[in-house]
């Protein structure tokens, strides 16, 4: 066999095993295609079962939308009670058995009609009081005649008497003022000897005694205490500064001294302040604010900020500052308002929130703080935040014609629910509808959320005509420290600040009674050592209130 036989004879092997693997391959498939009809059915059935599963995932998916509507419902629901009528879950019904109503989002006919009606009262009285109001046009006063007159007579020049008869001469009076007189009281006690010495007495020799001093063993008179701590703490003039004043004028006054005779006038104050305490808390009405007080720090060597806190008794026109190591915590005001009992008005300081659920105290809001969010307000929305200054303005519209008539407690709280409640309810759903409409971290938004969220306590001041529209009283009381700390910066330590506020109480008390701080004072460290061993006397008898009842004719100051 050739070669060339040879290769052809490889060349037919090859071919007919590739065709005899390629028919296997074929019968094998063929094979699996024997039992086609049952693989057919097999394939339906999945289909079908596929279908069911389908058809049971769409079931679901409509079960799943249906229960996201419903969720949907629940949440708006829910938003609709967190600004509606759950913030007024507190409230009580007032006198004439009328509650604020806030459930819907839409103001009923007959509120609507009250509304307006109220709302066209208040406008009616407005104009006529701005009509029958007269402009007052400054008048100059005609000075005191308690004060002495030094006359200073003037004749023309070059006048010849016997040609000139003198009229009724001209009088001018001009207002002159001389320096602070110091003066030493010197207190001569005399003494006397028994003459006859053989007489048998307890004592040879008789000294006058001695009258207490304010300070015991210091030369500083009780006018000079008066005033050093009166133009500290009611005219803002640091210690510091009061002694250079003294340097001009002769005196050398050592800081040290005067820091201790602040000290010591504080110690003689402190159980009097303790019994103002007493006698605020133990009033049925009182409002709080909080301010700051700079402190230094010694282990720092720097201020730090701390809290001042004040209570007023409304009813009483009594007031007291306390200190607590600066703290604005919630613990100062428990222990604070541990035994009150009655109404508390305060901003909206998330610490009083406690005293919703405490029994026998209500706690109401502030207009004005309510009304100073929304002036903030006017530049990002106009139309928005002046809507609201109006409404609130009417509800103040309603107090100025209460005041201008001289109503009574009750006569006012009637007014109140005729005119003001109204308004209220009407002011309360417009806010609830512009809410979703603007920025909640806007400030219209900002303002709204503040006023709807104590809005519970800001509607509470209608239910008696006792209780004020807002916090001012309040805010003018701690008006003092905040003009104070602008001058004498900061308390030394936490000791000063605690004393600043015992001094401090005692000069807003003259305030609130309209009492002359200085005859007040004078009258204090006068009289404080006679009730140091008296325990049956009552130290509210020291107090500027008490004062003037048994000095009616005293003077009053003008802050």
């Known amino acids: 066999m050739t070669v060339g036989e040879e290769s052809f004879l490889q060349q037919i092997l090859q071919d007919r095993d ?5 028919t296997s391959r074929l019968k094998s498939q063929l094979a699996s295609y024997e039992n086609f009809e049952s693989e057919r059915v097999s394939y339906q059935q999945q289909i079908i079962q596929k279908d069911r599963k389908i058809n049971q995932l769409d079931e679901t998916i409509n079960q799943l939308d249906s229960t996201i509507n419903k969720l949907k419902q629940k949440v708006e629901m829910l938003l609709r009670k967190i600004w509606g009528k759950s913030s007024e879950r507190f409230i009580n019904e007032d006198p004439l058995q009328r509650c604020l109503d806030f459930e819907g989002l839409d103001l ?18 407005k104009t006529i009081r701005i009509l029958l109001q007269t402009k007052d046009h400054p008048v100059r006063k005609p000075l ?20 000139w008869t003198e009229l009724q001469p001209e009088i001018t009076e001009v207002l002159e003022r001389d320096p602070a007189r110091w003066y030493v009281r010197r207190i001569i006690r005399h003494k006397y000897v028994l003459k006859d010495k053989s007489l048998e007495v307890e004592k040879q020799i008789i000294t006058a005694p001695m009258p207490v001093l304010p300070i015991a063993k210091s030369y500083a008179g009780a006018t000079l205490l008066a005033d050093i701590h009166i133009d500290k703490y009611v005219y803002h003039l640091p210690f510091y500064r009061q002694r250079q004043i003294f340097l001009q004028q002769g005196l050398d006054i050592s800081a040290a001294t005067i820091n201790g005779w602040f000290k010591e006038v504080a110690d003689l104050m402190r159980p009097t302040y303790y019994r103002l305490m007493d006698l605020v808390l133990s009033s049925d009405y009182v409002q709080c604010d909080e301010t700051t007080i700079p402190i230094i720090d010694n282990e720092k060597h720097k201020a730090i900020k701390g809290y001042i806190w004040m209570v007023r008794a409304v009813m009483r026109d009594l007031v007291f500052f306390h200190y607590d190591q600066g703290s604005r915590a919630q613990k100062v005001a428990l222990q604070l308002f541990k035994d009150f009992q009655g109404v508390l008005q305060t901003d909206a300081y998330a610490v009083y929130d406690i005293y919703e659920n405490k029994k026998g105290v209500l706690p109401i809001g502030c207009w004005a703080h309510s009304r100073r969010h929304f002036t903030d ?3 990002e929305d106009k139309a928005r935040a002046s809507y609201a200054l109006e409404q609130i303005g009417l509800l103040y519209d309603v107090e100025r014609r209460a005041d201008q008539e001289q109503l009574s407690f009750e006569e006012r709280s009637e007014l109140r629910c005729r005119l003001s409640y109204p308004i209220m309810v009407a002011f309360e759903k417009w806010m609830v509808n512009e809410y979703p409409k603007v920025l909640p971290k806007g400030r219209i938004g900002q303002a709204i959320k503040y006023t709807h969220g104590i809005y519970h306590k800001l509607s509470r001041y209608h239910l008696d005509g006792r209780l004020r529209i807002d916090n001012n009283l309040a805010e003018n009381a701690v008006r003092g420290i905040a003009l104070g700390r602008g001058n004498w910066l900061f308390c030394g330590n ?19 009674s309209r009492v002359n701080f200085r005859e007040w004072m004078i009258f204090f460290l006068n009289n404080v050592h006679n009730y140091d061993k008296d325990y049956s006397k009552d130290l509210a008898e020291l107090l500027p209130h008490y004062f003037k009842l048994q000095n009616p004719n005293c003077s009053s100051t003008l802050s």
């Open 18 to 22: 590739l065709l005899f693997r390629e």
């Open 108 to 125: 009923l006919p007959e509120e609507e009609k009250l509304a307006t009606s109220a709302r066209q009262e208040i406008e009616q009285y």
């Open 144 to 163: 005191p005649e308690s004060l002495p007159r030094e006359e200073c007579h003037i004749y023309p020049d070059n006048l010849d008497l016997e040609k």
């Open 377 to 379: 307000s006017l530049k």
């Open 494 to 512: 936490h000791e000063s600040a605690e004393n600043a506020a015992i001094l401090y109480s005692m000069m807003g008390c003259c305030k609130a």
